[in-house]
């Protein structure tokens, strides 16, 4: 009777023991489980760092690519600019002597404007300078200035009234030995010639004045 009874004492701390051992392994797992799910979670933020993080690198990179592009397309207007107002070899074979920063061919000075303006203005602007709104009478001037202002247009002195002919500033007939394209009211040289349009666009102009040309010794 005794050994029956300690065996059932056995028994019973076996199962204890067992169930112990059970509730220990399912601690053990869910902690397991836990620390798991907490690498997942920070891995999880970490490549999405990652990701934000990357696409900040390439927000970056763009706008410097955009930033230097956009600088190189202004230094090479700047460039094409500067290079349209430089003086020619050809201007000092002219003969002519005329003020600083004008330019002399054919026995005149002229005023080549780096400013934009309409026709009225650019004439009254020549006028301050003591010239006119410059008067290109020739075909062989023509092809001169077209070839020098290309691409840029430039007005030049003559205008006319609604069913009139081409005059000068100064109110004379003109005697022009080429055409003058379209239907405006104030001419302009383009690198195709002559050309008109309305007188109150604004554009560069090119200014003369004969009268104060000196033969040079």
Known sequence: RVKLETGIGRSGEERDSGCCDNLTSEVTTESSDRK??????????????????????????????LIIVLLIVIILLAVKKTETYLPYPSFASQGVSCPDSWIGYLGKCFYVSKEERNWPLSLSTCSSFNASLAVIDSQKELDFWVEILNPLHYWFGLS???????KWSNGTESKI???????????YVNGK??????????????CSQPESCRMAA
């Open 36 to 65: 798991s799910d907490a690498n997942r979670t920070r891995n999880a933020g970490q490549s999405k760092g990652l990701v934000h993080q990357c696409i900040s690198d390439k927000k970056i990179i763009t706008a410097v690519i």
């Open 177 to 187: 030995q080429f055409p003058v394209r379209g239907e405006g009211f104030c001419a």
């Open 193 to 206: 010639g002559a050309s008109s349009t309305v007188c109150s666009m604004e554009k560069h102009f090119l």
């Open 160 to 166: 006319r009234e609604v069913n009139q002919t081409w």
